[in-house]
């Protein structure tokens, strides 16, 4: 049985879809995987990434397959109309492959499983007259409000910008609580018709694999049932916790970051980091810095150069630490904190030294940290990254609060105050937040487990995936 995998062109979508794959071939040997990529323009990172899988231990039964090259736009770069225009390279691909020709042996192709922004994939699949599934990367929550934003445009005409700063609080069926509209989810606002046909895209599909685990959102996941929906599949946490990365850098002047840590005292260290499109400007630096300073915590700051405005860079390493932070700093700072550029993150979290961090809330950060026992300070940057924050601060008691509602665009300072009360708040050793974390941690890995919740919904999922086959052998 065949699993052809379209995954998002973006390494932060990439790497979930390859370890869903693995866990898929982990778990049955019968399954054969083929993974279709396409590259964005002058994005390096998914070819260093499928380079460094290639050349590590990755199952021969899951198979990368490039989509063929376009030239570079003339104009500039759009995400979406990119996707779009794949689908008949997709479709030619495919064809040469003669996947599903009833008399060959190829023609064993269970399922598309789509990436939740390669919904237009699902024409091609269509096509060829095999069945879709969505991954869902981020939270089973952030899946419910995309499914409210669709109900709310297309059953109650109304448009979720109505909501915009407001001080509306909305009731959503997947949350528990009442939603502030000021954690709407940055994307949505800047484009929320697309978000409406993409969850009416998703209601054409057989099911919805999510990176999440009953135990951790049991309100959402079980708000889905009842739901006119498509059954969905938890089958989290899925990350990437064996080293292979994308990234080539190392901290610089030689500094051996864990090396460093092994020096501190258990949970000690709070360590700031804000992925991989993560940066501020100058004024939020020394916020930050100051902040640091006047909490007295033992800190590793992962430090980023914001990329020139206007293009689609990431952002990139100092040269010199001094041209940013305030003046004295690394020196008066010197005996407790460290100031790094790009950061091993997964190490960094897995280390004993690591009592706390000041995350920006990407549902793959969330699931990394939740899994070494690490409490949260949410401070959410862009996309779904609020909503996160909030889930995380109010529904479950997993994170404390930085500034919950902060969005990079709203140009907004948040003060040494704000960010010190929330990195004292993580750091409490006796908070109620750290038991939550510990007893969620736990949680995580029983879900895993034979007979754990997500070990058994893989099951469901493979199960149902076999019956598709046998769907169409009955009706061939």
């Known amino acids: 049985m065949e699993l052809m995998f379209v995954p998002t062109p973006s390494i932060s979508h990439l790497i979930p879809m390859v370890e869903l794959a693995k866990l898929f071939t982990e778990r049955d040997d019968r399954l054969m995987i083929k993974i279709f990529i396409m590259k964005q323009p002058s994005d390096s990172k998914v070819s260093a990434y499928i380079e460094s899988l290639n050349s590590s231990s990755i199952s021969n039964r899951i198979k990368f397959i490039d989509l063929p090259t376009e030239d570079e736009p003339t104009t500039s770069f ?7 225009s794949q689908k008949p390279l997709l479709k030619d691909v495919l064809s040469k492959l003669t996947l599903v020709e009833p008399s060959s042996d190829t023609s064993r192709v269970a399922a598309f499983v789509l990436d939740m922004f390669c919904t237009p994939m699902i024409d091609v699949a269509n096509e060829f007259g095999i069945p879709t599934y969505i991954y869902f990367t981020s939270s089973a929550n952030a899946l419910g409000f995309t499914f409210y934003n669709q ?11 109505a909501y915009k700063d407001s001080d509306t609080e909305l009731v959503v069926p997947s949350f528990v609580n009442k939603v502030p509209a000021k954690v709407l989810p940055s994307g949505l606002i800047d484009n929320p018709l697309f978000f409406v046909n993409l969850a009416r895209r998703f209601k054409e599909t057989k099911g919805i694999i999510i990176n999440t685990f009953m135990e951790l959102e049991p309100f959402a996941i079980n708000s889905f049932f009842n739901a006119k ?16 990365t994308h990234e080539t850098q190392k901290p610089q002047n ?7 840590l092994d020096d501190q005292p258990l949970s000690s260290v709070v360590f700031l980091c804000f992925g991989s499109m993560g940066s501020f400007e100058k004024d939020q630096v020394k916020e930050i810095a100051y902040a640091l300073e006047h909490s007295g915590c033992r800190f590793l700051w992962s430090l980023r150069k914001p990329p020139p405005s206007g293009g689609i860079a990431s952002p990139s390493d100092y040269t010199n ?4 932070l305030p003046q004295g700093f690394i020196n008066r700072t010197q005996g ?22 000041v995350s920006h809330c990407g549902w793959n950060s969330t699931l990394e940290s939740l899994w070494f026992g690490v409490p949260i300070a949410a401070w959410p940057i862009y996309a779904e990254q609020q909503l996160n924050a909030f889930e995380m601060v109010k529904e479950l008691r997993l994170a404390a609060e930085v500034k919950m509602d902060y969005s990079k665009s709203k140009q907004i300072i948040v003060t040494a105050m704000e960010i010190e009360r929330g990195i004292r708040e993580v750091m409490d050793p006796n908070s109620e937040i750290r038991k939550n974390v510990k007893e969620i941690k736990e949680k995580g890995r029983k879900a895993l487990m034979d007979g754990g919740s997500s070990h058994s919904s893989l099951d469901r999922l493979i199960v149902d995936l076999m019956g598709n086959i046998a769907h169409r052998d009955q009706f061939s």
Do not use: C, R
Request: aromatic share 12%; proline share 6%.
């Open 78 to 84: 759009n995400f979406f109309s990119f996707i779009e």
């Open 321 to 324: 630490l001094e041209e940013i």
């Open 229 to 244: 929906t498509p059954l969905v599949y938890p089958v989290g946490p899925i990350m990437n916790l064996k080293g292979e």
């Open 254 to 260: 030689g500094f051996d970051v864990m090396k460093w």
């Open 151 to 161: 109900t709310l445009h297309d059953e109650h005409n109304q448009d979720i910008l």
């Open 336 to 357: 407790i904190g460290k100031v790094i550029g790009w950061a091993p993150q997964v190490a960094i979290l897995a280390h004993s030294a690591i009592g706390g961090f």
